[in-house]
């Protein structure tokens, strides 16, 4: 018995509003467009606020213009001419005696030109980018007239929407004001105010509800922008905590529908984990003890698992993965370990054969590349069920392949599943049941965030490195004049008998190129590095290829691996004690954070170079400080969080589920460890609006947050 959720029914809010098509100026074929935008009601349009906002309201002197602002000029007109550069264009050059301004258009008809007429005055709006001789702005709004105009082209702020192609602003603005004058009298507060916090509550009696809904649509006559873009008038703040409470009620509302779900309970058998733990010729540290408990009693119990495991790059994640299978074994249940890329699953097959094949259990090997054959048989003996263990990529949960009795998903270095990842598992075990599911990261989630934004699912953390680990020593230089220095360094190195890594530039989109990079790279050290053995691996690779270099490396028959970012997760080689890393500017912190995890992993001290590119951004050498300052992967991720944003820590990639109205998980960050008390209040107050409030917020992209 899967629970999906029926659609429209226990909608019923959305019943009492009409549908977009009532509105005029808004046909069916209109109608499709809006839906994209997830825009079905007259509701939807009320709640589809702007994302920004733009003043027309006052006019800038020519002379006071600043590139990248938008804004309204008043000039007169010195000159028109079409000029023919490297593509026609219509330039117009107008001052007004503090300064002066070219229109710059490129697409123009002949009343157009002729209607820029030397003395005549215009009165524009747009954004100021710095061009050849001074400030353009390019395809402006713009009036010209004979007299001098004036005032601005707006008595208020300007609503911007966020759109879809073929929904023009003015649309926006049409159906937007059809909505708010018949639909917004009847808008609901859902929110008890009593429920709330003090330091919340100032924002929600300073503004009702319908009065936040009008002010943000059409800002009132001398709102600032600035008010407006940071969103701190009381009418953003009270929006701004309905639409987090919508958020972490869907979560919870997605976590209780998994609460009517079967999974299978797993047994577990002490003397399969015991013989396991005797084997391993290390002791689990407290930290990996307490998550496996943790993990045990979710197993146990028939409801599924979701559980999500972070632990920092080298806490020893797998180990507690191989204890959870074994729990599945034990219980003759099928589990699989899904890693995302072929080289990681691969060394996941690898440690898991070792170990594994000492207590006799067969580990299945599964990626796209898998010989046909090979596949094949792996199939036949995961749907006869002779097969409880397998290791892959996410060809393990293509549709060809069927399980037996699949129990049990653990899933390596990501946070959230994808929908579609998710929809696959549920057809993979018998009927009326879904495996349990454990998710491990390394990249942590801030706390700020978890309680609120993770609340559909239960989070361990592995908090504690195994014993003897070391702090990698990392230090940041200038490419252009260190190079040859670090060079010699890494021969000092491998003729001590370390082993580096050497990790190639990423290369935006292009793996072909990417692997190119790094072949250059290869020649160009070993040219240099007479007497050091170098490996090279890369995406482009077979896999056997990449398998045979990196078995290499591990037994030490290569001292210098030049690798692309393809070994960023998981690769575990301890007697690597050095690593250079390229272009480092390029990456992302979490990304540099798991690639210098690759050493410190043995008994010598640790060292990671980066090398940078001149120009630096601010936020290229933010990341580096970040970086050099600290080894603690909680606060990279906290770093992270401040410098990125929270949409790729939440994995909205992944889920696309998690995109905010009005809030914004950095700025409001100081909220969040409010919401989740607010709301068990509001649930056991009035637990009748919260239906209504997640569809209010979240309406139809709801359903892809429960799948
Ligand atoms: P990650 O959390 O990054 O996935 P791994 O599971 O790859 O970490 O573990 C990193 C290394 O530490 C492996 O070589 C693993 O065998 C080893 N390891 C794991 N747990 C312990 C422990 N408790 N004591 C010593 N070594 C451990
Ligand atoms: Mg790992």
């Given at each position: 018995?899967?629970?999906t959720?029926?659609?429209?029914a226990?909608?019923?809010?959305k019943?009492?509003?009409?549908?977009?098509?009532?509105?005029?100026?808004?046909?069916?074929?209109?109608?499709?467009?809006?839906?994209k935008?997830?825009v079905?009601?007259?509701?939807?349009?009320?709640?589809h606020?702007?994302h920004?906002?733009?003043?027309r309201?006052?006019?800038?002197?020519?002379?006071?213009?600043l590139?990248?602002?938008?804004?309204?000029?008043?000039?007169?007109?010195d000159?028109?001419?079409?000029?023919?550069?490297?593509?026609?264009?219509?330039?117009?050059?107008?001052?007004?005696?503090?300064?002066?301004?070219?229109?710059?258009m490129?697409?123009f008809?002949?009343s157009q030109e002729?209607?820029?007429?030397?003395?005549?005055?215009?009165?524009?709006?747009?954004?100021?980018?710095p061009?050849?001789?001074g400030?353009?702005?390019?395809?402006?709004?713009?009036?010209?007239?004979r007299?001098e105009?004036?005032g601005g082209?707006?008595s208020?702020?300007?609503?911007v929407?966020?759109?879809?192609e073929?929904v023009?602003q003015?649309?926006?603005?049409?159906?937007?004001?059809?909505?708010?004058?018949?639909?917004?009298?009847?808008?609901?507060?859902?929110?008890?105010?009593?429920?709330?916090?003090p330091?919340?509550?100032?924002?929600?009696?300073?503004?009702?509800?319908q009065?936040?809904?009008?002010?943000l649509h059409r800002?009132?006559?001398?709102?600032?922008?600035v008010?407006?873009?940071?969103?701190?008038?009381?009418a953003?703040q009270?929006?701004?905590?309905?639409?987090?409470?919508?958020?972490h009620f869907s979560l919870?509302?997605?976590?209780a529908?998994?609460?009517?779900?079967?999974?299978?309970?797993?047994?577990?058998?002490?003397?399969?984990g015991?013989s396991?733990?005797?084997?391993?010729?290390?002791t689990?540290?407290?930290?990996q003890?307490?998550?496996?408990?943790e993990?045990?009693?979710?197993?146990s119990n028939?409801?599924?698992t979701?559980?999500?495991?972070?632990?920092?790059v080298?806490?020893?994640k797998?180990?507690?993965?191989?204890m959870?299978?074994?729990?599945a074994?034990?219980?003759g249940?099928?589990?699989?370990l899904?890693?995302p890329t072929?080289?990681l699953?691969?060394q996941?097959f690898?440690?898991l054969?070792?170990?594994?094949g000492?207590?006799?259990i067969?580990v299945?090997w599964?990626?796209?590349k898998?010989?046909?054959k090979?596949?094949?048989?792996?199939?036949e003996?995961?749907?006869?069920?002779?097969?409880?263990v397998?290791v892959?990529?996410?060809a393990l949960i293509?549709?060809?392949?069927d399980?037996k009795?699949?129990g049990l998903?653990v899933?390596?270095?990501q946070h959230?599943f994808?929908?579609?990842q998710?929809?696959?598992?549920?057809?993979?075990?018998?009927e009326?049941?879904v495996p349990?599911?454990?998710v491990m990261?390394?990249t942590?989630i801030?706390?700020t965030?978890?309680?609120?934004?993770y609340?559909?699912?239960d989070?361990?953390s592995?908090?504690?490195?195994?014993?003897?680990?070391?702090v990698?020593?990392t230090?940041?230089?200038?490419?252009?004049?260190?190079r040859?220095?670090?060079i010699q360094?890494?021969k000092a190195a491998c003729?001590?008998?370390k082993?580096?890594?050497w990790?190639?530039?990423?290369?935006?989109e292009?793996?072909?190129l990417?692997?190119?990079?790094?072949?250059?790279t290869?020649?160009?050290?070993?040219?240099?590095?007479?007497?050091?053995k170098?490996?090279?691996?890369?995406?482009?690779?077979?896999?056997?290829?990449?398998?045979?270099?990196?078995g290499?490396?591990?037994n030490g028959d290569?001292?210098?691996?030049v690798?692309?970012t393809?070994i960023?997760?998981?690769v575990?080689?301890?007697?690597?004690?050095l690593m250079?890393?390229?272009n480092a500017?390029r990456?992302?912190?979490?990304?540099?954070?798991?690639?210098?995890?690759r050493?410190g992993r043995?008994?010598?001290k640790?060292?990671c170079?980066l090398l940078?590119?001149?120009?630096?951004?601010?936020?290229a050498?933010?990341?580096?400080?970040?970086l050099?300052?600290?080894?603690?992967?909680?606060v990279?991720?906290?770093?992270d969080l401040e410098i990125?944003?929270?949409?790729?820590l939440?994995?909205?990639?992944?889920?696309?589920?998690?995109s905010?109205?009005?809030?914004?998980?950095?700025?409001?960050?100081?909220?969040?460890?409010?919401?989740?008390?607010?709301?068990?209040?509001?649930?056991s107050?009035?637990?009748?609006?919260?239906?209504a409030?997640?569809?209010?917020?979240?309406?139809?992209k709801?359903?892809?947050?429960?799948?």
């Amino acid at each position: 018995m899967t629970k999906t959720k029926a659609p429209a029914a226990g909608n019923k809010t959305k019943e009492e509003y009409a549908a977009v098509t009532s509105l005029s100026g808004v046909g069916p074929q209109m109608a499709t467009k809006l839906s994209k935008l997830h825009v079905n009601t007259v509701q939807d349009v009320l709640f589809h606020l702007p994302h920004r906002y733009e003043d027309r309201t006052s006019v800038t002197d020519l002379g006071a213009l600043l590139p990248n602002l938008s804004t309204v000029v008043i000039g007169q007109i010195d000159l028109a001419q079409v000029v023919f550069g490297r593509r026609r264009s219509l330039l117009v050059r107008i001052s007004d005696g503090t300064g002066s301004l070219t229109i710059r258009m490129f697409y123009f008809n002949r009343s157009q030109e002729k209607s820029f007429q030397r003395g005549l005055w215009v009165k524009c709006f747009g954004e100021v980018r710095p061009g050849a001789k001074g400030y353009e702005m390019i395809h402006p709004e713009y009036r010209v007239s004979r007299d001098e105009p004036e005032g601005g082209l707006d008595s208020t702020l300007t609503p911007v929407y966020p759109t879809t192609e073929g929904v023009s602003q003015a649309l926006w603005r049409k159906i937007t004001d059809q909505a708010l004058k018949q639909s917004l009298p009847r808008i609901k507060e859902l929110v008890d105010v009593s429920c709330l916090p003090p330091e919340m509550q100032t924002a929600y009696q300073a503004s009702s509800l319908q009065a936040a809904i009008q002010a943000l649509h059409r800002p009132r006559t001398g709102v600032d922008l600035v008010s407006m873009q940071e969103a701190t008038s009381d009418a953003h703040q009270r929006l701004i905590v309905e639409e987090l409470l919508a958020h972490h009620f869907s979560l919870r509302k997605s976590r209780a529908a998994r609460e009517h779900e079967l999974a299978p309970v797993l047994e577990f058998t002490s003397s399969i984990g015991r013989s396991f733990l005797n084997n391993l010729g290390f002791t689990l540290t407290a930290a990996q003890q307490r998550v496996c408990h943790e993990i045990g009693a979710d197993l146990s119990n028939s409801s599924p698992t979701m559980r999500l495991v972070q632990g920092d790059v080298g806490s020893g994640k797998t180990v507690v993965a191989a204890m959870a299978m074994l729990q599945a074994v034990s219980s003759g249940v099928q589990c699989v370990l899904m890693a995302p890329t072929e080289l990681l699953a691969e060394q996941h097959f690898k440690t898991l054969g070792d170990w594994f094949g000492k207590l006799g259990i067969d580990v299945g090997w599964l990626a796209s590349k898998t010989p046909a054959k090979q596949k094949r048989d792996t199939l036949e003996r995961l749907s006869n069920g002779e097969l409880l263990v397998a290791v892959g990529t996410h060809a393990l949960i293509q549709p060809a392949v069927d399980y037996k009795h699949l129990g049990l998903v653990v899933i390596d270095e990501q946070h959230r599943f994808g929908v579609e990842q998710r929809l696959a598992l549920r057809a993979k075990t018998p009927e009326g049941q879904v495996p349990h599911q454990v998710v491990m990261t390394a990249t942590p989630i801030p706390r700020t965030l978890a309680m609120t934004f993770y609340a559909d699912l239960d989070v361990s953390s592995i908090d504690e490195l195994p014993p003897g680990r070391k702090v990698v020593e990392t230090v940041v230089m200038p490419s252009e004049t260190k190079r040859m220095e670090v060079i010699q360094r890494v021969k000092a190195a491998c003729e001590s008998g370390k082993q580096v890594y050497w990790v190639c530039p990423l290369i935006d989109e292009s793996e072909a190129l990417e692997a190119q990079a790094a072949t250059d790279t290869e020649q160009q050290l070993s040219a240099a590095l007479q007497g050091v053995k170098v490996g090279l691996v890369h995406g482009r690779l077979k896999p056997k290829e990449k398998e045979t270099v990196m078995g290499q490396f591990r037994n030490g028959d290569i001292d210098l691996l030049v690798a692309t970012t393809v070994i960023e997760v998981g690769v575990d080689v301890p007697n690597a004690s050095l690593m250079i890393i390229e272009n480092a500017e390029r990456m992302g912190l979490a990304q540099l954070h798991q690639l210098r995890g690759r050493v410190g992993r043995g008994s010598e001290k640790s060292f990671c170079i980066l090398l940078y590119q001149m120009p630096l951004s601010q936020h290229a050498k933010q990341r580096l400080k970040t970086l050099r300052e600290t080894n603690d992967g909680f606060v990279i991720a906290e770093k992270d969080l401040e410098i990125r944003g929270a949409g790729e820590l939440l994995g909205t990639r992944q889920t696309g589920s998690i995109s905010f109205k009005v809030a914004d998980l950095i700025r409001d960050q100081h909220l969040l460890p409010l919401i989740d008390g607010t709301a068990t209040k509001l649930a056991s107050k009035t637990p009748q609006h919260i239906d209504a409030l997640i569809d209010r917020w979240i309406g139809s992209k709801e359903d892809y947050v429960n799948a």
